[in-house]
């Protein structure tokens, strides 16, 4: 598997949301993410957003998906009438419904408006997710002092994100890393982070030819895997959302490979 198979165009469009998140993100104001940290809750595995108050600015809201939208008109100008009819049907209603099923993962709904609207079918829900990203970020940086561990089996444990990446730190410590919220969190090295699984029999590595900072730690009890980044050699450390994006000829490898970013629950009974 080479690194050209995933297309170049795709890495740049994907490089540029990040930066725009970046910028959006600068202009939030932090007093309007009230998060709540629930230990009991965090504990049994609920992610903190949902316990977190987030007093949305829908005109900036509308702002930012004029800016995604201009952007992904750059690369399919075809878009650019779609983007029209999504900015027309925006009301404030409808902003706050998008953010609530972006939160919730909701893909029927996103389908279903976009089926009724006779749009793309991925443009509703990715739109509303690039847009949601900074209320996660800032989310996750206000309450980062508190997260030490995740719950295994729950993803991030601030936005709920299955877990995919990890980077190796000082002493060869594992360190989560939430490419979606930018959240980290302490596991132990030879654990696997979606089970918890601990049996060096069962959790194991695939080594990429060629790269030796890079491995994918994989599980056979539930399936998951791992993509484990050795950055302590890096001179300037990318974000893990880069990160995240340099590295995914390692998701396509543990997926060919028949592993999943999210593991599979054991039936405990
Ligand atoms: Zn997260
Ligand atoms: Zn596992």
Redesign the pocket.
Known sequence: MKKSVVSKEYQKLQKEIISLQEQWKTSLDPDRILPRIDKAAMESGV?V?AWTAIDFDIPLFLQWIEDIGKLLANYQPELEKTIETIKGLLDEETAKRWIDEAFAFNHIYFASFAEEQEIDGWIPQFIAETVLRPY?QLT?EKVQGEIQYAVHGA???????PVRLAQLEDGGKKVLH??????HWHDKRITCSHCGNEDHETVHFLTIEGESAAQIQVCEECKGYTKIIDTRQYIVKPTPAMLDLNTIHLDFVAQENGYKSAGETKQTN
């Open positions: 992610p957003v996660l996750a993803g991030c444990p601030v936005c709920g994100e939430c490419p979606r919220c930018l959240a």
